[in-house]
């Protein structure tokens, strides 16, 4: 951080971050993570954060397995807006950010033997 020299004020300049301060995802999973930017930037563990992107990966090389490099991204953030709209629509608020994004948000639902299904 470098402060602009105002007591009680800071100012970040940090390509990582973003305006608010909150650390930003990593670059690859920028797309794929932006639906839910505000679940994200409850994250406030640096921990907490690696273990949400590693689950996006995760679930990332699965989608690209079989939807491709160029359609993947887009797949994965579809799935977590739609989940999220779910949610919200369910009127029930998310406790814990980390647990619903790996168990509910990125994790795919089997309800069918094809692993295009969603």
């Known amino acids: 951080m470098i402060s602009d020299r105002q007591p009680g004020r800071v100012v970040v300049f940090a390509s990582d971050e973003d305006d608010m301060g909150v650390a930003l995802p990593s670059e690859d999973l920028r797309v794929v993570l932006a639906p839910v930017d505000l ?16 689950a996006a990966r995760s679930e990332l090389k699965q989608v690209v397995g079989f939807a491709g490099q160029t359609n993947g991204p887009k797949i994965l953030a579809d799935r977590l807006a739609r989940r999220l709209e779910e949610q919200m629509r369910l009127g029930k608020p998310i406790v814990d950010p980390v647990g619903w994004l790996i168990g509910r948000g990125l994790s795919q639902r089997q309800l069918c033997a094809e692993p295009r299904c969603d």
């Open 39 to 54: 679940l994200w930037a409850r994250l406030d563990r640096s921990v907490t954060r690696k273990l949400v992107e590693a």
